[in-house]
């Protein structure tokens, strides 16, 4: 596999985009906006200020605790080192986005308003970071649990923290496997399956991965839905064995008023 990509990934969030990044938070939030406002306009500007305030809003009341939880974690938005990372072209760590979790409330309201049984499925997490979305999900009781990770930094965060839920028995011992490896090369369980995907890479990307999906349906015909969080490539989806699911009940309303990110969920037909 290419260990020394030579591209780097762009800013981590806005701030840094911006040059703003060192500065504390009263002043960078509203540095950000001014210069949002010059180069992104009003729309992009309104949505980026209510994606940062719900953000914080989850995070302070109810993300913080567990958080306090993981034995690694990381405090900001952080990109992928591209000399850590496993990757089966450069283009992954040039499309790669950041490493943040999602917030816990929006994977357990998408996959609510989505009508999944998690009794029925494995979940994938592809890019799983430090193991967030995935301790979220093994609360729920899910076949089995997989997190594909291409940077050995946040792969190793997610094999510590999962070591220490074995260890003071919140997650069983073996109930979420941890992968190494790029989404391009990495073997989908052959189990009826839900894909987390929270925004993990652009559209190249993507583009593949979504073709190696179709190849693994076809291999191993089974039940696939896709959770989309974040979904910036949602015009990819647009295929002929893909069906928009439509998201519903209260969940539903929840993650529309209150989600940071908006979510899509797909079927995917063998
Ligand atoms: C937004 S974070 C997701 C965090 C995680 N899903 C959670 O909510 O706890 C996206 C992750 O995708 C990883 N990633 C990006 N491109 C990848 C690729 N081609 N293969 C595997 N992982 C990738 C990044 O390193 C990053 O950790």
Not at 97 to 106: I, R, Y
Not at 183 to 201: D, Q, R
Request: charge should be positive; glycine fraction near 6%.
């Amino acid at each position: 596999m290419g260990q020394r990509p030579t591209a780097t990934t762009g800013a981590a969030n806005k701030a840094d985009q911006y040059g703003l990044g060192s500065y504390p938070a009263i002043i960078r939030e509203p540095l950000v906006a001014i210069r949002m406002l010059a180069s992104a306009g009003v729309v992009a500007t309104v949505d980026h200020v209510r994606t940062i305030s719900l953000l914080r809003l989850h995070n302070r009341l109810v993300d913080r605790r567990r958080r306090a939880k993981f034995v690694d974690v990381l405090e900001r938005a952080t990109n992928a080192e591209p000399l850590r990372v496993r990757s089966t072209t450069p283009e992954e760590v040039v499309q790669a986005v950041h490493c943040a979790p999602l917030p816990s409330k929006t994977v357990l309201w998408a996959i609510d308003a989505a009508g999944i049984d998690p009794a029925e499925y494995d979940l994938v997490d592809v890019g799983s970071g430090w193991g967030f979305a995935l301790a979220v999900a093994s609360e729920l009781p899910f076949r089995g649990l997989t997190g594909i990770e291409f940077d050995r930094g946040f792969h190793d965060m997610a094999v510590r923290n999962f070591d220490a839920f074995a260890a003071n028995g919140s997650v069983a011992p073996g109930r979420v496997a941890l992968k190494h490896e790029s989404a391009l090369e990495a073997e989908l369980p052959g189990e009826p399956l839900v894909v987390l995907l929270a925004n993990p890479f652009g559209e190249l990307i993507m583009a593949r991965f979504l073709d190696r999906l179709a190849a693994s349906v076809k291999k191993y015909p089974r039940p696939v839905v896709i959770l989309y969080v974040n979904p910036t490539q949602a015009h990819l989806f647009d295929r002929s064995e893909v069906d928009e699911i439509a998201l519903r009940g209260t969940a539903a309303t929840l993650l529309r008023l209150f989600s940071p990110y908006r979510v899509r969920a797909y079927r995917w037909n063998g």
